[in-house]
């Protein structure tokens, strides 16, 4: 691709397919200049520098997520719409694997574009979390502990830590089951929140 034909959105979109095929962390500005076929600094005209073309990538990976568990949660709700955010979470890790790492990294608070991005998947399980009758201040942990339980199982599945011959799917599904099973047994459920939740993601 000749140089003139260089775009931020073009410079972005190819490191995080080269993301996703060597690693987050080898990201290198080097690397993508080879893709285009044009020396490294060219790149610093369209993004700044690596650390801004990581926050890029990872603007672009958290948009993706985001409208992932989006789309698997609306007209859903309850235990469905759980199976689905994990589900959803699951499958992105699996087919960009560097994004997903991209999305682990967090924003500053005081990078005010990134801190929104960043926070629309945890708003969206939030909004299915509390068809549940979560409350508000318990919201923020138990998202933690959903974030926690899908990282550490696809975290292990992606660096070969699964190597016994049981069905890992199967797996997966005791740990989705086990979480919307503490959900639905908790102090206060009702599940008379679920509704609400609907017509939230709608």
Not at 38 to 53: E, F, I, Q, R
Not at 78 to 87: M, S, T, Y
Request: net charge negative; hydrophobic share 40%.
């Amino acid at each position: 691709m000749p140089r003139a034909g260089l775009t931020p959105d073009l410079v972005v979109a190819e490191a995080s397919r080269l993301s996703d095929e060597k690693g987050f962390e080898a990201l290198s500005l080097a690397a993508v200049a080879k893709r285009f076929g044009v020396a490294t600094p060219s790149l610093y005209k369209h993004v700044d520098g690596l650390t801004g073309l990581r926050r890029e990538v990872s603007l672009r990976a958290v948009t993706e997520l985001g409208d992932r568990l989006q789309g698997a949660a609306v007209g859903r709700s309850g235990p469905d719409a759980v199976r689905a955010l994990f589900g959803a979470y699951r499958a992105y890790a699996h087919e960009h694997p560097g994004g997903y790492a991209a999305t682990q990294r967090g924003a500053a608070p005081t990078d005010h574009e990134a801190y929104a991005a960043f926070a629309r998947p945890v708003e969206v399980i939030a909004a299915v979390l509390r068809g549940f009758d979560i409350p508000e201040a318990r919201m923020v942990h138990t998202i933690r502990a959903l974030r926690s339980a899908v990282h550490g199982f696809v975290d292990l599945e992606a660096h070969g830590g699964f190597r016994m011959p049981e069905d890992i799917d199967e797996s997966y599904d005791v740990l989705v089951e086990g979480f919307i099973h503490v959900l639905e047994r908790r102090p206060g459920h009702t599940g008379h929140g679920a509704e609400e939740a609907e017509e939230g993601e709608n």
